[in-house]
C-alpha cells in the first residue's frame, strides 16, 4: 500500500519565478491538504481540496494556488516567489468520511524542499 | 482561533531512560483531537499516538503515552525506554472537527547513547 508521495524531492527557483509541486495520496483517500513549514517550525495549514475543488485555505496569499485532479491527486501552485517562500512543503492526505465524523488522522508526505535565490 | 505551545525548543534523554515532552494549546471548543507527531531528519512527518478530547483515559502506544488534561489544556508525551530512534522534532497537533490541523513549533529530543 503506497504511500502519500511527492515530487520533486528538492527544487531551486529564482525570485519572481513560478513553482508547481506534486502530490499522490494514500490510496483509498480523497482529501489532500498542503502546508508550509519554514526552516525551525511548525507546519502551517495553506488549503485544503476534495472533490476537486479547495474546501479551506489558511492565511495565504493569493500567490498560492492549488488544484486536485480525478485521482485525487494534488498540484500547489506559487506564483511570482519570494524568498520568504522557501520552505519544506509538505503534502497530507486523509478520508472525508472519517472527517465528517471525527475520526480523521492525516498522513504525511516527505514533502518538497523549495528554495528560493 | 486555536494556538498550540510547546516550551521546550530542545530536550534531551538518555538511552533506556523517560522523557516527558510539553504542549499546552487553546481553544474554545470542547470536541476536538490531540495527535503527537514525530518528524525525523528524513522530513516524513509520523504519526505517533492520537487522543480524542471526548475520552478521559489517556491514551498509549507501545512505550509512548500522553497525560491529557482537557481542563488545563495540556497535552504531554512521555517516551519510555528512549531508543536512539526516538531522536527527531515532535510537533503537538490540534484538530478541530471539520477544520484543519494546527501545530505547535516542535521540541527537538535528542538520545543520548
Known amino acids: 500500500d503506497a504511500g502519500v508521495t511527492q515530487s520533486p524531492t528538492h527544487l531551486i527557483k529564482t525570485r519572481g519565478q513560478q513553482v508547481t509541486l506534486r502530490c499522490s495520496p494514500k490510496s483509498g483517500h480523497d482529501t489532500v491538504s498542503w502546508y508550509q513549514q519554514a526552516l525551525g517550525q511548525g507546519p502551517q495549514f495553506i488549503f485544503q481540496?476534495?472533490?476537486?475543488?479547495?474546501?479551506q485555505r489558511g492565511n495565504f496569499p493569493d500567490r498560492f494556488s492549488g488544484h486536485q485532479f480525478p485521482n485525487y491527486s494534488s498540484e500547489l501552485n506559487v506564483n511570482a516567489l519570494l524568498l520568504g517562500d522557501s520552505a519544506l512543503y509538505l503534502c497530507?492526505?486523509?478520508?472525508?468520511?472519517?472527517?465528517?465524523?471525527?475520526?480523521?488522522?492525516?498522513?504525511f508526505g516527505p514533502g518538497t524542499r523549495l528554495t528560493v535565490l | 482561533a486555536q494556538t498550540v505551545t510547546q516550551s521546550q525548543p530542545e530536550m534531551s534523554v538518555q538511552e533506556a531512560e523517560t522523557v516527558t515532552l510539553s504542549c499546552t494549546y487553546d481553544t474554545s471548543e470542547s470536541d476536538y483531537y490531540l495527535f503527537w507527531y514525530k518528524q525525523p531528519p528524513s522530513r516524513q512527518m509520523i504519526l505517533v499516538i492520537r487522543?480524542?478530547?471526548?475520552?478521559?483515559q489517556n491514551a498509549t502506544e507501545n512505550r509512548f503515552s500522553v497525560n491529557f488534561q482537557k481542563a488545563a489544556k495540556s497535552f504531554s508525551l512521555k517516551i519510555s525506554d528512549s531508543q536512539l530512534g526516538d531522536a527527531a522534532m515532535y510537533f503537538c497537533a490540534f484538530l478541530n472537527y471539520g477544520q484543519n490541523f494546527v501545530f505547535g513549533p516542535g521540541t527537538r529530543l535528542s538520545v543520548l547513547p
Open positions: 487522543q480524542e478530547a471526548y475520552k478521559q
Open positions: 497530507a492526505s486523509s478520508l472525508a468520511r472519517l472527517a465528517a465524523d471525527g475520526t480523521d488522522t492525516q498522513y
Open positions: 481540496y476534495y472533490e476537486e475543488e479547495e474546501r
